[in-house]
């Protein structure tokens, strides 16, 4: 979850690193810090409370300077948000080291650092780390032999970076279950949780596996596996540039992602379809054979990729027509599920890296579950690695921490996989044809939702401002959009929301109607249609405020206490996708009016790579 950055120089190190931290930030913004090697040989470090920004304030008070150097930003797992508990952690002012993890035995190895006379500043876990490597190098090993000797003692996640005035010219760094990647320059070398921390740079990485550890210089890397074999790992050219993780003319990064979804979309269904059909190829080499084997479908996701999960049940079992279970990553792992074979695990992860999803899949491989395919949005990610197939949703770089882009590109990319699995088992053509069609129109269809809603959304979010709790409601598979769009608005508002299909409103939920509760409902043009509105007036006769999203062709009648917004007719399979995007704009101009921070809310972070 924390955001690593490091580097080995011959110039000052400390300006990449802030800018590499500012890129981070969305991984975590409680604390943050930086430790360098001065000219002098020792160890300085300065951290702060709060956000970057106020990293660099500090910074102008207390300069530092170094060509070897490590930081990082914080999402507080051990500890609560304070400077001492704030990265980089210190030992006898001789060792450094920052941290993305948690470390479970923590305890057990503070008892035995206290007792050998440890003394600890602060409460996180990684303090642990940082004593273990300073106690190994009293026994005469070097600084590599000394981490590879601590990581023995570990149980947990982690991903680490270490510096020490013992050996002045070398980064130690390792991963296990957190993501880290290498920067190579040209006689210098980089370290980071994210790729993009790193593209003022570099455009070269190396993607370390899990259980790696590497000894880095500013002439070479050298890396060791889980076996403490010396392994050669490919050099990647990464084809993001620098600006694309720029805000750009928007004042926030949501609004941008936002706005940036047709391009998305497009980039998405790009080379995937061909005549009216599905690719299979886009899936990887095996696709043809292994979706053949399969006779069902669990969908393993956490947060919006769930939701994402929930809308493509619908489609799978509608459409294909083979069975399909959707869980929570957190939740599988642990209940022992029943193996049933030729199914196909699809797991859904915007960063690739969610700690819940992988585990989950490991799981799910050691129970013989059959053939497994990530949908996410990074190709280099543990997730794409770890499975048999994959589909890459192309969003981009996705920022602010409440999903958008990534969300219905994931939709797109479920889509398509429903209409492969759908092609060996017995889909017609012209059902294909038509919903390829559909999507190839899609693109365009959002950028009118855009334009069209747009103005009218960010009008109408006036109403919730004084509002402490919401309703969403909708059918069918508009019920998990409206779940998406409940989490939306609780996310960055902080406006209490929960999410109903909207016949169970006379099973509970009425009770809380009256006229301070805002009732969203989501109402395109389907099949269920006529109930929905049956569902509108038992709200509407007991004072509630409903906020309908409909198709014009709904023919719901507005009142004095039913507003509708209209969006642009849509093809009811693809209506999921479309109605996402007025709840998007909803939950971004209510937090606006609230005075929330917008892009890092409160208490959360971006990847969740810690359990």
Known sequence: MCGIVGAIAERDVVPILLEGLRRLEYRGYDSAGTAVLSAELQIERVRSLGKVNDLEKSLLQTPLKGSIGIAHTRWATHGKPSEKNAHPHVCRNSVAIVHNGIIENHEALRKKQTDLGYEFTSETDTEVVVHEVYHQLQGGKELLAAVKDSLKELQGAYAIAVISKSQPEKVIVARKGSPLVIGVGIGEHFIASDVAALLPVTNRFIFLEDGDIAEITREEVVIYDLNNECVVREITHSKLSADSVEKGPYKHYMLKEIFEQPKAITDTLEGRILNGSVIEESFGMKASSILSEIEGVHIIACGTSYHAGLIAKYWMESIAKIPCNVEIASEFRYRKPVVRKNNLIVTISQSGETADTLAALEEAKKRGFGYSLAICNVSESSLVRASDLCLLTRAGVEVGVASTKAFTTQLVALMLLVLAVGQKNGLDE??????????????????????????????????????????????????????????????????????????????????????????????????????????????????????????????????????????????????????????????????????????????????????
């Open 430 to 611: 012209l059902t294909e044809k038509h919903i390829v069609a559909e999507l190839e129109k899609l693109p365009r269809k959002v950028e009118q939702a855009l334009e069209e809603s747009h103005d009218v959304v960010k009008s109408l979010s006036e109403d919730f401002t004084e509002k402490d709790h919401s309703l969403f409601l909708g059918r069918g598979p508009m019920y998990p959009v409206a779940m998406e769009g409940a989490l939306k608005l609780k996310e960055i508002s902080y406006i209490h929301a929960e999410a109903y299909p909207a016949g169970e409103l006379k099973h509970g939920p009425l009770a809380l109607v009256d006229a301070d509760m805002p009732i969203i409902t989501v109402a395109p043009n389907d099949d269920l249609l006529e109930k929905l509105k049956s569902n509108i007036q038992e709200v509407a006769a007991r004072g509630g405020q409903l906020y309908v999203f409909a198709d014009p062709k709904s023919q719901i009648k507005e009142e004095d206490n039913v507003k509708i917004i209209h969006l642009v007719s849509i093809d009811e399979i693809l209506a999921p996708i479309l109605y996402t995007i007025p709840l998007q704009l909803l939950s971004y101009y209510v937090a606006i009016l609230k005075g929330t921070d917008v892009d890092q809310p409160r208490n959360l972070a971006k990847s969740v790579t810690v359990e």
